[in-house]
C-alpha cells in the first residue's frame, strides 16, 4: 500500500506571485506556474513539513480556517506528485503537537500588481569576447558598444543581487565564456546562492582541469554546433563524443545548439545524424537571427518556403530519433503555433517573454529585455549602479516589451490577429520596429478574409510594376512576376529588420 504520507520535495523552489506562484524543480527543470489554491497547499506543507493526505482537509482548515474542496485538494496532489514538486514519505513523522489556531494561522498576502515579481531566467553575457569568428554571431552587431566588463568582484555582487531578486536560473554565455579567468568562481557563487546555472560554449575541446572546475558547478551545458561540420565529420564527432564524456563524468546535462540558417537546414539531416552518433541526447533549434553582416543574412535567412519544408522535415526527424529531444527556441515559436491554447499552457509554451519570464544582462552589467535587443534604445539600467527591484518594476523599456501584445503596432499586425497570438506572438527582433508583428512566420493561423490579405508582396503593386514595364510583341512580360518579387525583396534588404538598419547607419554613416 503506497504511503499516504507526502511532502514538498527538497529540489523545490518556489516564488509567491499575483495569480498565485511558480514552481521549480531544480533536478528535473521542471517550471510551473500554480493558482493560489495550489500555492497555498505549497506554504502549508513547508510549514508542517510531512502531511498525511487523508487528513489534509482538516489540516487545510485549521492552518488557513475554511475548509478546501477534498476533490480539489486531491487533484493538485496528483499533479504536483506526477511533477515531482511533492514527494511521497515512506514513514510519516507527523507533528501531531502541531496545532493552528487565530494567532498562528497561515495568512497570505497575494501581490496586486499584473507582473512578475522577477523574471525566472536571467541571460548574463559575461563577456563579448571570443577566439572563434563564426560568420552568423549576432553579437558583432553590439559588442562595440560594450568595452568594459565587470571586475570579479562586481560580477559575484550582480549574482548575488539576481539571487535576492528570487531569479531561478542563471543562463552563462558570451562571446565565449571560457575566456573569462574567474568563470569557475562566478559559478560557484551561483551555485552557494541556489541559482541553477547553464552554460552556453562554442568549443568543442577544454582543458580538463579547467572544465572540471567549472562543471562542477553547473547543471547543463550547451555546444553552439559550428557551420561547415560535415566538412570534417569524423574529426567532429570525436570532438563532441569527448566533452560529453566529459560532462558526464561530472555529472551534468549537456545539448546541441543548433542554429537553423538556409545552410544548416539544407544539411539538417545529415546533421542530426552526427549529432546523434556523437552522444546527444537534446538539440535546442535556434533561428537564424540577423547577424552584423546583411550580405550573409541575404545568403543565409530562411524563406517561407524553406521554413514550411523545414517543419515537415523536422516531424520526421522527431519520430526518427525518439532518444532525442528537440527543443525550439522562442524565435520559432511559430513552429508550434498549431497546438491549442489550453495545451500549450500546460507546456509552458509562451513564445516571446522578453522583459518577463527572462531578462538580459551585458557584460558590463547593463539589462535589456532579452539577448537580442541591445543597444542604447533597450536599456532598462546597470545592475551595478542600480537596485533589481527597481529597475525590474519601474523599468519603462521592460514594461513597453512586457506589455507588447497590447500594443497598437502588434494588435494591429497578423501577429496580434493570429489565433497562436499568445503562446507564439513572433520574436520583436525581426519586427520592423522592433515591437510589432514578425514577418518571419511561415504561415500565421488567420481567418480567410485576413489571410488573403497576408502576402509578403501584393499581387497587385508586382501586376503594377510589370505593366510599367512593358511586354513584347507577343505578349509576355519583360520581367517575370517572380523576377519582380525578388527586386523587391532585394531592395528591402530580404527582410533585414528595419531598427537595425538603422543603428548600423547611426554607427556607419559612410
Not at 356 to 376: E, H, K, T, W
Request: with cysteine; net charge positive.
Amino acid at each position: 500500500m503506497r504511503s499516504p504520507y507526502i511532502s514538498l520535495s527538497g529540489s523545490v523552489r518556489h516564488r509567491k506571485e499575483y495569480f498565485g506562484g511558480i514552481l521549480f524543480h531544480t533536478g528535473t527543470g521542471t517550471m510551473i506556474d500554480v493558482d493560489r489554491e495550489a500555492y497555498a497547499l505549497i506554504l502549508l506543507l513547508e510549514k508542517v513539513g510531512v502531511a498525511d493526505v487523508n487528513e489534509l482537509d482538516v489540516l487545510w482548515s485549521n492552518a488557513y480556517g475554511k475548509h478546501p474542496h477534498r476533490f480539489t485538494a486531491i487533484r493538485i496532489v496528483k499533479k504536483l506528485l506526477a511533477l515531482q514538486i511533492l514527494a511521497v514519505m515512506p514513514q510519516g513523522i507527523l507533528k501531531k503537537d502541531y496545532s493552528f489556531d487565530q494567532d498562528n494561522r497561515l495568512r497570505i498576502t497575494w501581490p496586486s500588481t499584473p507582473d512578475l515579481s522577477a523574471p525566472e531566467t536571467v541571460h548574463w553575457a559575461v563577456t563579448f569576447k571570443c577566439d572563434a569568428a563564426c560568420p552568423d554571431c549576432y553579437v558583432r552587431r553590439h559588442k562595440h558598444k560594450f568595452a568594459a566588463e565587470l571586475e570579479t568582484k562586481h560580477a559575484l555582487e550582480m549574482i548575488d543581487k539576481i539571487a535576492e531578486a528570487g531569479v531561478f536560473q542563471l543562463a552563462i554565455g558570451g562571446g565565449e565564456p571560457f575566456l573569462r579567468a574567474d568563470l569557475a568562481t562566478l559559478v560557484a557563487r551561483a551555485r552557494e546562492r541556489n541559482l541553477v546555472v547553464h552554460l552556453t560554449t562554442g568549443r568543442y575541446q577544454h582543458e580538463s582541469g579547467v572544465f572540471s572546475r567549472t562543471a562542477k558547478y553547473i547543471k547543463c551545458l550547451q555546444i553552439g554546433i559550428k557551420p561547415g561540420m560535415l566538412e570534417h565529420p569524423e574529426n567532429e564527432r570525436e570532438k563532441l563524443r569527448r566533452v560529453i564524456y566529459l560532462s558526464g563524468e561530472q555529472g551534468i546535462d549537456v545539448g546541441a545548439n543548433l542554429i537553423l540558417s538556409r545552410s544548416t537546414i539544407g544539411e539538417f539531416e545529415q546533421i542530426v545524424e552526427l549529432l546523434s552518433a556523437a552522444g546527444f541526447k537534446q538539440i535546442t533549434l535556434l533561428r537564424y537571427k540577423p547577424p552584423g553582416d546583411v550580405n550573409r543574412w541575404r545568403k543565409e535567412n530562411p524563406d517561407r518556403d524553406t521554413l514550411l519544408a523545414f517543419e515537415r522535415m523536422l516531424a520526421k526527424t522527431v519520430d526518427t530519433y525518439p532518444h532525442i529531444r528537440f527543443r525550439v527556441d522562442c524565435g520559432l515559436a511559430f513552429l508550434e503555433r498549431n497546438l491549442p491554447s489550453q495545451k500549450a499552457a500546460h507546456f509552458g509554451i509562451r513564445g516571446c517573454t522578453a522583459a518577463d519570464r527572462i531578462l538580459s544582462m551585458a557584460p558590463d552589467g547593463s539589462l535589456f529585455p532579452c539577448s537580442q535587443l541591445v543597444g542604447d534604445e533597450f536599456s532598462a539600467g546597470n545592475l551595478l549602479t542600480d537596485n533589481f527591484e527597481s529597475i525590474w518594476t519601474n523599468s519603462k523599456i521592460l514594461r513597453k516589451y512586457r506589455n507588447f501584445r497590447k500594443s497598437k503596432s502588434f494588435k494591429n499586425s497578423h501577429c496580434g490577429r493570429c489565433a497562436a497570438k499568445v503562446h507564439c506572438g513572433g520574436c520583436r527582433v525581426f519586427a520592423a520596429d522592433a515591437r510589432g508583428a514578425d514577418p518571419g512566420c511561415p504561415n500565421p493561423l488567420l481567418s480567410l478574409p485576413e489571410r488573403q490579405k497576408y502576402h509578403n508582396y501584393p499581387a497587385d503593386l508586382i501586376l503594377s510594376i510589370q505593366e510599367s514595364i512593358g511586354y513584347t510583341e507577343a505578349g509576355f512580360p519583360y520581367a517575370t512576376t517572380e523576377e519582380i518579387a525578388g527586386w523587391l525583396e532585394a531592395e528591402e534588404n530580404y527582410g533585414y529588420p528595419e531598427w537595425l538598419i538603422k543603428n548600423n547607419q547611426r554607427r556607419d554613416p559612410d
